[in-house]
């Protein structure tokens, strides 16, 4: 089992990087990510947003992984997501349905309002990985661990991206319910 984890903050609001995130897929920074459909988005009582949504992605695994695994490069993740604009907490769990019974990679966002200045946002991501029934276990755990740090660059370039949009675009706002 190998942990993965880090920090980053975002020049922008919470609201303006929660917007982004929910639009993050698909992107040109990271087009791994080729589909995302919303499962399920519920308004709770309490004003918190619940979400589901099913991910595609176009892994680009290494021709070595894909012999040891025999799988297409295609795969799929399910995330499940809360927003509470109150506290200005959104939280994303993202765990791989694909391979799940060689590879188990559990990803963990959290996007809060910066703490001592309230025009930027932190984001604190970490991720489990937990190979087994398959050969050079710790090899592969230290590859994902090096790919996930690779993807999280280009997940923080994506999401600045959509945020130059949402500024260029015009298009209704979706946050008027997070402010």
């Given at each position: 089992m190998k942990f993965w984890t880090s920090q980053h903050v975002f020049d922008h609001d919470w609201a303006t990087v929660v917007t982004a995130a929910l639009n993050k897929y698909p992107n040109p920074v990271s087009p791994s990510v080729i589909g995302c459909d919303v499962v399920d988005r519920t308004l709770h009582p309490s004003g918190t947003i619940h979400s589901h949504r099913l991910l595609l992605a176009n892994w680009g695994i290494a021709p070595a992984l894909n012999k040891i695994f025999n799988m297409s490069e295609l795969g799929y993740a399910s995330e499940y997501s809360t927003i509470d604009?109150?506290?200005?907490?959104?939280?994303?769990?993202?765990?791989?349905?694909?391979?799940?019974?060689?590879?188990?990679?559990?990803?963990?966002?959290?996007?809060?309002?910066?703490?001592?200045?309230?025009?930027?946002?932190?984001?604190?991501?970490?991720?489990?990985?937990?190979?087994?029934?398959?050969?050079?276990?710790?090899?592969?755990?230290?590859?994902?661990?090096?790919?996930?740090n690779t993807n999280a660059t280009k997940g923080r370039l994506a999401m600045e991206w959509v945020i130059e949009r949402m500024r260029t675009v015009p298009t209704a706002d979706p946050t008027e319910y997070l402010a």
């Open positions: 604009a109150r506290r200005r907490v959104m939280t994303a769990r993202t765990r791989n349905l694909t391979l799940n019974r060689f590879i188990s990679i559990e990803e963990r966002l959290e996007y809060t309002q910066h703490p001592t200045d309230s025009s930027k946002t932190l984001l604190k991501q970490e991720a489990t990985i937990n190979v087994e029934n398959v050969p050079l276990t710790s090899y592969v755990e230290t590859l994902v661990a090096k790919t996930l």
